[in-house]
C-alpha cells in the first residue's frame, strides 16, 4: 500500500472536476535546489506534498481557462493575483491572462531578477520580489544604500517597473519588526516601496 501524501495522497477520487491520476503529473518532490537548477523538477513535481495539476492536458487546461474566465464575469473581478507562479509553465500563465481578461500580478518568490522578469509577459506584472531582498539587505543586514543604486540598474529586465507589486512585508515572510527591531527603519522601507520605481 502507497504511503498517503498531502491532504489527498494519491486518492484523486475525492476531488471534483480533477478526479483522474491522469489529471496530474507523475509524483516527485521539489526539492530546495530546484528553485535554482531544475525549472522542469519545480513544474512537474508537488510542492509542499500537494497534487500537482498537469496543465499540458487538454481537460485540465481548459477547465482552468473557463473556470477563471467565468470567475471574473461572474463577480466582475478587476484583478487577480496568483501565487507560486514558477510552479506552472510559462504559455499556461500566457493563455490563463488572455482568458481572464483582466489586470494578472503573479508570486515568483525568488531574489532573482532575470527569473521574475521572465513571467512579466505571460502575466501583466510581478510581486517584486528582488526589490524585497534588497530592501531587507539594507535596512535589516545593514548593507549599502548602495546597493539599492545597483538595484535599479538590474531592474531594467523588467518590461514595465511601475505595475510591479512593491512591498516591505507579507504573508509568506516573517514581518520586518519581528526580525528587525527598528521602527525607523521599518518606516523607510514603508515609504520607499510605493515610489521606488526609475
Known sequence: QRRVHGPV?????????FNKPEHYHDYCQINMEDFANNQWRVEHCRL???????QDNPFVRQTLLNWISNLIKK?????????TIPEVAKDFW???????????????????YDYVAGYQGPL???????????LKAVLQ???SMYDLRDHYK??????????????????????FLHCYDNLN??????VFTPVSYT
Do not use: C
Open 48 to 54: 509542499a506534498d500537494l497534487p500537482d495539476l498537469n
Open 9 to 17: 495522497g494519491f486518492d484523486f477520487g475525492q476531488i471534483d472536476t
Open 94 to 112: 500566457t493563455e490563463f491572462s488572455q482568458a481572464a481578461g483582466v489586470f494578472t500580478i503573479g508570486e515568483a518568490f525568488d531574489p532573482r
Open 75 to 83: 463577480y466582475q473581478i478587476d484583478g487577480i493575483r496568483i501565487d
Open 185 to 190: 527603519r521599518w518606516k523607510t522601507g514603508v
Open 154 to 175: 538590474r531592474m531594467g529586465v523588467f518590461r514595465e517597473q511601475e505595475v510591479l507589486g512593491n512591498f516591505i512585508d507579507n504573508h509568506d515572510n516573517a514581518r
Open 124 to 134: 501583466d506584472a510581478t510581486l517584486n520580489y528582488p526589490l524585497y531582498f534588497e
Open 141 to 143: 543586514q545593514g548593507r
